[in-house]
Each structure stands twice: as structure tokens, then as C-alpha cells.
């Protein structure tokens, strides 16, 4: 486990952060997932090093939600005479 990232309960809630902050790794991972750059990362994020966002970016790839087709929507009537 990448000792950079702790988890605990008084911070955050328990969200996985990066040592020493308050920057959970599941915004910043967010953020490389919708295409941020290593220059505008590290421009928000100055105290994050290039490891950091490279464990973001790993981090994004294994945690990345599953894309599920929708539902296909179902009409229904209903019969409102008693």
C-alpha cells in the first residue's frame, strides 16, 4: 500500500487522503478521469508531487465505474376507474 495515502476517521470521514492533506484521492482522481493535466493538477494541488498523481491516475484506471447500458423505459397504464 502506497504509504502516501492514509485513511482515517477524524479525516473525512475515513475517505482515503494523501498524507498530511485533506485531498482525497478519489477528487483528484476524478479529475484526471474528466482529462486535468499533470500542469493544472499540480497548479490546484501544490503540495501533491508527481508520484501523487501518478497513483491518482492508477488509482482512477482500477476504481473507474462500470458503464452500464440505461434501462429501457417502460410505460404503464393505469386503470383509474374504482
Known sequence: MNKRIISDPEILSGTPVFL???????????????????????????????????YARTYALAYRPARTAPKPLQLRRRSWAA
Open 20 to 54: 498530511g492533506t485533506r485531498i482525497a484521492i478519489d477528487h483528484v482522481a476524478g479529475l484526471i478521469q474528466k482529462g486535468a493535466t499533470d500542469a493544472e493538477l499540480a497548479e490546484d494541488f501544490p503540495t501533491l508531487n508527481k508520484a501523487d498523481f501518478e
